[in-house]
């Protein structure tokens, strides 16, 4: 089964490794999860060791004690990817090699963008390399993008899709709104199931969820 899911986009700070986390947090639900940091900063690994101090435990989320590196992803990730359901990604906010490898290693990429014309235009370079790997055949990943920390009731929220068609990429229907719940869950070490399971985000990671697994099913 196709089942490596990296989450890119080159600008910082667009909800990465949030949505990589909560994302996991969903499918671990039915399935066993690799979650792998592949950014140095290690986000994901230092929401893992207030988890693990705070012994919160899911043995269906397996989690990277190390951020990997590009070598890592090259020689074992593929092999790895076998032991699980699936296997997400969080990647670094650049385009370096370690983007471009777990682009070639993965077979979804999902691309968060916030809305804002800054966010948007930055997009365009993550997009551009993403099409320019398809192009030369280095990469054979689907692409689909995502509105992540959208505020709720601003105009920007509202066109914020209209002005993402211009990329022609696919855009997931569900839209993640930035919210407090979701920014306390991360501090806490939890996913925003194990946080606030009745939460409006909770919802939208469910959605999300959900929307993924048909357009995995239908490609
Ligand atoms: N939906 C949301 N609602 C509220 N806060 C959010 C949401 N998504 C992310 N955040 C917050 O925004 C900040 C940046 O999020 P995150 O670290 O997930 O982004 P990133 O793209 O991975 O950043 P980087 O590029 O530095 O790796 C964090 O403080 C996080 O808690
Ligand atoms: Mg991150």
């Given amino acids: 089964m196709s089942n490596i899911i990296s989450i890119s986009n080159i600008k910082g700070g667009v909800g990465k490794s949030t949505i990589a986390i909560n994302l996991a947090g969903y499918l671990s639900r039915t399935g066993k999860i690799f979650l792998v940091d592949a950014d140095p900063q290690g986000t994901i690994c230092d929401w893992n060791s207030i988890r693990k101090k705070d012994n919160v435990v899911n043995n269906n989320l397996i989690i990277t004690d190390e951020p990997y590196s590009d070598n890592d992803l090259k020689?074992?990730?593929k092999s790895e990817a076998l032991n699980y359901d699936y296997v997400i990604i969080d990647c670094p906010p650049?385009?370096?090699?370690?983007m471009r490898t777990a682009l070639a290693v993965s077979d979804f990429t999902i691309l968060p963008v916030t809305p804002g014309p800054f966010d948007i235009r930055s997009a365009h370079k993550t997009v551009q390399t993403i099409k320019e790997?398809?192009?030369?055949?280095?990469?054979?990943?689907?692409p689909r993008i995502l509105i992540s920390k959208k505020i709720v009731g601003t105009v920007l929220g509202r066109e914020a899709r209209e002005a993402l068609e211009i990329f022609k990429i696919p855009i997931f229907k569900i839209e993640i709104c930035q919210r407090i719940a979701m920014s306390e869950s991360?501090?806490?070490?939890?996913?925003?199931?194990?946080?606030?399971p009745s939460s409006k985000s909770a919802d939208e990671f469910n959605k999300l969820g959900k929307e993924f697994k048909k357009w995995q099913k239908h490609t």
């Fill in 133 to 142: 790997g398809l192009q030369s055949k280095a990469i054979k990943i689907k």
């Fill in 186 to 196: 991360g501090i806490t070490g939890m996913t925003i199931f194990e946080y606030e």
């Fill in 75 to 77: 020689s074992s990730l």
């Fill in 94 to 98: 650049e385009d370096d090699l370690i």
